[in-house]
């Protein structure tokens, strides 16, 4: 049976203890792979390659570290058909999203910052009348960790490691155990591209134990993790003690709040994505629906109707829906369709699992509209990541505004309405690091990216990941 090993100082390497865990396929239920379970001593291994790759890496010119990098986004490119089918062979997303989405995303993040890193400039202050300068050295930080989740694999995975090494890092990382099958084959592209061996190097195993080791080790100053809000609390508990770095990206309980005015074709059609996009199982997605009473029968209706017609099923057709990623998370997932029920709500459409023939023991699901309007019920404050939405009529905008705002979360929120004053307005007031007007998902890679209250802490994207992985020194000079 095929074997994910760690890639550790340019080597494909067995954890450890020889440990190894089992990985299932969601479409099937199927295992189809081992993973590695690695352990305090691999990740301590890949620090040491790391550790000893440092002062080469970070003496490297920009344009020799661009030129490298480039090359890792050429390679995944060209492989683009195999990661794409490794990446829903591992999440159960439809491979045709896999390939229009989460592989060439990955290659342009790595092209990205293979760019940015030319461009990337310090301050400096020239103190008028003392004869004194002041410049900002912005150094890299030595060996950085990056964890990241399961949700878009190789996407994310490359959003954090690219930043890093492009400011001259060297980095441990730990993909998500749940999907770890692209991390695994980028071993090969970074080898082929010729990055020296322990710039960067990927750890496999679980949270608690590889993850873990990683957020503890004393020489790691600087961790960027994406999952969950409680798991972000556990490793800011572990390294705010060790005062490390973090970056934080967490969960979100959008809203994607609908005004009458808005154009109601170009909102519905994005509106379908917006809720069911990956499985509903993107941080970004909107899962609370707010639509002003006076067109909610008709979005009701023409919604429904809709979603009705989505087609769920084996990840390799030409699907809307693929599987849901794991077996604990479909049943995760089930049970807030429960409780939404418990709580008052009425399910308008889904609901209920799909069994897809020849596919019996896979983890399909049906997308899910629930009518749910008590906006503090659990159902509408508690973080699903699913294909599940709920539907909550407002009337006016204070009212929509308490409604998006009145959750724990803050990540991002889309506004429908053609009245500009009213979008400003509420861009302004809205609690969220992310605001989309007329639009979702509309990605341009220098904007600041990540959250507000437990949605996170620091910001992605741009220079700010740039500003993240390296570490400011001010130089004052008097002449
Ligand atoms: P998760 O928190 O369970 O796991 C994320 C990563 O953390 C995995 O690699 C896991 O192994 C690791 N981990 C778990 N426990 C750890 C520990 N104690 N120490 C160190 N590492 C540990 O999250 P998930 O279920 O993989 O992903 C889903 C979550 O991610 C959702 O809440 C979603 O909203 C969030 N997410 C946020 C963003 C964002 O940009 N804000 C993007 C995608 C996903």
Redesign the pocket.
Known sequence: MLRLKNYINGNYQDPADNNWMDLTTPASGDIYAQLAKSNQADIESAYAAASSAFKQWSETTLEERSRIMLKIADLIEKHAEELASAESKDNGKPVWLAAAVDIPRASANFRFYAHALTQFASESHNSTGKNTINFTLRQPIGVVGC??????PLY?FSWKVAPAIAAGNTVVA?????TPYTAYLLGDILTQAGLPAGVLNIVHG???EA??A??EHPGIRAIS????????K??AA?AAPMFKKLSL????KNPNIIFADCNFERMMQVTLRSSFANQGQ??LCGSRILIQRTIYDRFKEEFVKRVDKMTVGNPEEQVDLGAIVSKDHLQKVLGYIELAVEEGGTVLSGGIQVIVPGFENGFYLRPTVIELPDDRCRVNQE?I?GPVVTLIPFDTEGEALNIANGVPYG?SATLWSRDLDRCMRMSKALEAGIVWVNTWLNRDLRTP???VKQ??VGREGGFEALRFFTEPKNVCIEY
């Open positions: 964890i990241s989740p399961w949700n878009l994310l730990k993909p998500s155990e749940v679980i949270g608690p993850g873990q990683l957020v993790f994406t999952g969950g809000t409680q798991t972000g556990l490793l572990t990206e967490l969960g979100g993107i941080c973080e990541f990540l990216f990540g959250g949605s996170g």
